[in-house]
């Protein structure tokens, strides 16, 4: 489903990565290859591929970390991090990535700042998995301990500026990040990010029923209502596609297809991906309803394969830092496989599920009365801003909602007004002086 899940390979493409270089060697005789091989935990480390129009080196590192802080006697993991140098006297950018990190091609934070580029992925995702596996320890607080930690360790080699980021929920890792240790770094720019405070947040049905106008929520609705009263003609083109792409269902066909129907509103608002007069006419044909539905993607989210892929985030989104469910009011005769469709059908098979309000009422109050030198950045259209975090004058930060942006949005998205808000805000953070360009 394109949510908080499947636009993470979408925004690394359009917002933090740009095509690298091949992969190159570390430097002979590396200076910063020498410093990093020393530093506490550093159990690997290999030459990455980087841009080298803004970096001068790059390196893939594996960190060990415990399991458990509070246990750093116990059972350990791997961390992967890379890392890509522009200079010792440079600020760094700490991407707080939601899931696995890829590489370490420059955002527009580092373009713009110049600077050194730091990409943490994710404990259980990736190459930073456990083994064995204890969902137990897969918490928000301990997320922001691996982050801690690692950026202790590197502000031996980079003792300037930093600036934590993300987007999506790479963007909620470092609004969690902030919670926990608020002065770790000197500003945090979020993108995307919600803030939910349920397990399955209402507020997201509030936006889906007033987001855009009127005809465009009618005509998802009757394409919805269309894909369901035809379903029947319907799925055994899904089946072929899946069995092209060699994807299984333990939901079944029918009922991965029928979650597909009802994740496309959600996926409309949020990935901006299609115009209203994209969407097929409830009496096109059958050819042009099921095309339509495949570029949605919203159907691989509910196979096997999608559901191995993001169950870790399955397993925070309904432990910790909620999630969503459908409005099936008025298409709930038409279901034919669904019954009570939940969003938890995608949680770890067998592991207990049980939500903790407690930790996302912290984060929700701390971000507003305390958290100090933070940039908000949603955009209008995008389902996720539903949720983002309401502003009350009782911290030094800033928010900019972006008129008729998605899931994707950037600074280079900005009005000029909301473009002078965002670098003076960060100027007067980091102290520094930024091009206007």
């Known amino acids: 489903m394109k949510t908080l899940r499947s636009l993470t390979a979408l925004l690394v493409g359009l917002?933090?990565?740009?095509?690298?270089?091949?992969?190159?060697g570390a430097k002979p005789g590396s200076e910063l290859l020498q410093k990093i091989q020393a530093l506490p935990g550093v159990v690997e480390v290999k030459a990455a591929s980087f841009d080298n129009k803004a970096f001068r080196e790059a390196y893939e590192v594996m960190i060990e970390q415990p399991l458990d802080?509070?246990?750093?006697?116990?059972?350990?993991?791997?961390q992967r991090v890379f890392l890509a140098h522009a200079g010792y006297d440079k600020p760094v950018v700490l991407v707080t990535e939601g899931y696995g990190a890829y590489g370490s091609r420059p955002g527009e934070l580092t373009r713009l700042l110049a600077a050194?580029?730091?990409?943490?992925?994710?404990?259980?995702?990736?190459?930073?998995?456990?083994?064995?596996?204890?969902?137990?320890?897969?918490?928000?607080?301990?997320?922001?301990?691996?982050l801690h930690a690692i950026v202790a360790v590197l502000k031996a080699v980079y003792p300037g500026k930093w600036i934590s980021t993300g987007a999506s929920k790479s963007g909620q890792t470092a609004l969690f990040y902030k919670t926990f240790y608020p002065d770790d770094v000197d500003a945090t720019v979020p993108y995307s990010a919600p803030i939910n405070?349920?397990?399955?947040?209402?507020?997201?049905?509030?936006?889906?029923?007033?987001?855009g106008d009127e005809a465009t929520r009618t005509r998802i609705k009757e394409y919805q209502k269309a894909m369901f009263r035809r379903e029947a003609e319907i799925l055994p083109l899904v089946g072929k596609w899946a069995a092209a792409n060699k994807w299984t269902m333990s939901l079944g066909l029918a009922g991965a297809y029928e979650y597909g129907i009802l994740e496309y509103l959600f996926n409309f608002w949020q990935s901006g991906s299609f115009k209203p007069e994209d969407i097929p006419a409830p009496d096109a044909p059958v050819a042009a309803l099921f095309e339509h539905y495949k570029k949605s993607n919203t159907f691989f989210y509910y196979t096997d394969q999608?559901?191995?892929?993001?169950?870790?985030?399955?397993?925070?989104?309904?432990?910790?830092?909620?999630?969503?469910?459908?409005?099936?009011g008025d298409i709930k005769g038409l279901m034919k496989a669904l019954t009570a469709p939940t969003n938890g059908v995608l949680c770890p098979k067998g592991v207990p599920i049980v939500f903790d309000?407690?930790?996302?009422?912290?984060?929700?109050?701390?971000?507003?009365?305390?958290?100090?030198?933070?940039?908000y950045i949603y955009g209008e259209l995008d389902t996720w801003a539903a949720t983002q975090v309401p502003l009350i004058g009782r911290t030094d930060a800033i928010k900019i909602v972006v008129k008729g942006a998605h899931h994707g949005v950037g600074i280079r998205d900005f009005a000029p007004d909301q473009k002078d808000l965002f670098f003076h805000a960060l100027e007067r953070w980091l102290g520094v002086a930024l091009p206007r360009t």
């Open 116 to 146: 050194n580029q730091v990409n943490v992925e994710h404990r259980f995702f990736g190459r930073s998995v456990p083994d064995p596996l204890d969902w137990t320890r897969l918490t928000v607080r301990q997320s922001a301990d691996d």
């Open 197 to 211: 405070i349920a397990q399955e947040d209402p507020r997201l049905y509030r936006f889906l029923e007033t987001a």
């Open 357 to 375: 309000p407690r930790t996302m009422d912290r984060v929700y109050r701390f971000l507003q009365y305390e958290a100090e030198r933070v940039a």
């Open 306 to 328: 999608g559901q191995k892929a993001f169950e870790p985030f399955l397993y925070q989104a309904f432990t910790e830092i909620g999630y969503y469910n459908y409005d099936i």
């Open 69 to 78: 802080h509070e246990n750093p006697a116990g059972a350990k993991f791997r």
């Open 15 to 24: 917002l933090f990565f740009t095509t690298a270089a091949p992969a190159q």
